[in-house]
């Protein structure tokens, strides 16, 4: 395979449990770029605020999101989350850290400084990123935007399967409320809502492998002129 275009950006946006951050870290391995997760970096932040009993609001952010210091690095194809040093990898995956990084992503001023930095990583090289907002506001002019859908049913399975591996015994029930709850307060926020653009190629991932969404991904990529076999 070889790169056509030096430097690329490809935004993944699209609701909980689409397989965003699979697809995108098998996507970033094929392609040798690197994936930036920006779920994880809300996750952190939420993380922080709801360790240190902080209330989440606008003040409280403008007080002490300084004092978060987030560093995503990749070791042997995983990647390690970091606050302040705390490898914080499996902490942020909860059921309660993902509800907390969609209040706190709610908040202008939390947005500002992370979608700042998720500018910055995408400056200089080829990036994949994914999130809410990637297609829409961090990269609006990205060379590939992908919008992953899926019906709720299939994606409350899959994120059922996620959460017994993490020794997480919900039912059903209250993952698909929670998951419903949390895609509602990410579409409908006022600042930054998740959305589909209109450039963004739309996959609905509910009968589809991994595999397959990678593959279909990888056929635009290369039509799109960006690598060729
Ligand atoms: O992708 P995820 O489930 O790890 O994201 C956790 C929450 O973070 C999600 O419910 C909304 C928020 N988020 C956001 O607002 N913007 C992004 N680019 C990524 C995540």
Known sequence: M????????I?????????????????AKKLSIIYVDTGAMY???????ITNNIKINEENAKKYMKEID???NYTDGKIIIHLNNQDVTDDIRTPEIS????????????????VDMQRKMGEDISVIMDGRDIGSVVFPNADIKVYLDGDIKTRTLRRKKD???????LSLEEIEKDMKKRDSQDMNRDHS???????????DTT??????????????IKDKGIIKD
């Open 99 to 114: 509800m907390g990084a969609s209040d706190i992503s709610k908040i202008p001023y939390v947005r500002e400084r992370l």
């Open 163 to 169: 959460l017994e591996k993490m020794g997480c015994t």
């Open 207 to 220: 009968y589809m492998s991994v595999e397959e969404v990678v593959e279909h991904i990888m056929v635009i």
């Open 11 to 27: 935004a993944i946006d699209g609701p909980c449990a689409t397989g965003k951050s699979c697809i995108a870290k098998l996507l």
């Open 43 to 49: 996750r952190v932040c939420a993380y922080y605020f």
């Open 2 to 9: 070889e790169n056509i275009q030096k430097k690329y950006i």
């Open 193 to 203: 809502p998740l959305i589909k653009v209109e450039d963004a190629i739309l996959i």
């Open 70 to 72: 987030i560093k995503l």
